[in-house]
């Protein structure tokens, strides 16, 4: 069965960091490029980080560049968002997904309100 699970979400003040990792299970994390998006209230799901199968590629929407870093460990099919510097505009619900092997696959979701 597969599965993506998202932690580490939560309320935190404007200028505040936290630390997502969402931990695979079921599929060949490692053949499998993973991302991070984000939807916030009515709003479109946006993409907000995205890291190649090996790690050696990342990519990010320019709203969260310089402040967002994505990385993974695939001995531990986890893959991680260190979110600093974090803004009101960052509140959203924030999803893990794998995509490969003709798949894509999808994280429950975890909330991350920025407010004072």
């Known amino acids: 069965q597969v599965q993506l699970v998202e932690s580490g979400g939560g309320l935190v003040q404007p200028g505040g960091s936290l630390g997502l990792s969402c931990a695979a299970s079921?599929?060949?994390?490692?053949?499998?490029?993973m991302s991070w998006y984000r939807q916030a209230p009515g709003k479109e799901r946006e993409l907000v980080a995205s890291?190649?199968?090996?790690?050696?590629?990342?990519n990010y929407a320019d709203s969260v560049k310089g402040r967002f870093t994505i990385s993974r460990d695939n001995a531990k099919n986890t893959v991680y968002l260190q979110m600093n510097s974090l803004k009101a505009d960052d509140t959203a619900v924030y999803y893990c997904?794998?995509?490969?092997?003709?798949?894509?696959?999808w994280g429950q979701g975890t909330q991350v309100t920025v407010s004072s």
């Open positions: 997904s794998a995509r490969g092997e003709g798949k894509r696959y």
């Open positions: 890291i190649s199968i090996g790690g050696g590629y990342t």
């Open positions: 079921g599929f060949a994390f490692s053949n499998y490029a």
